[in-house]
């Protein structure tokens, strides 16, 4: 995972795939919007 510039990359191994369920779905952008919004603190800390 890459968390840069407010935007978050998901780079799968090659040959990788995923299924998830609606609600796991929704748990994953619950957790990628939280990985986005502490990059973005670090970023403002750190300057």
């Excluded at 407010?6 to 191994?13: A, K, S």
């Excluded at 609606?22 to 990985?35: V, W």
Aim: no cysteine; proline share 6%; charged share 20%.
């Amino acid at each position: 995972m890459l968390v840069e510039d407010g935007r978050v990359v998901l780079v799968p191994p090659p040959g990788a795939a995923a299924v998830l369920s609606t609600q796991q779905l929704a748990g994953l952008g619950i957790a990628l919007d939280q990985a986005a919004t502490v990059r973005a603190r670090r970023e403002r800390w750190v300057g």
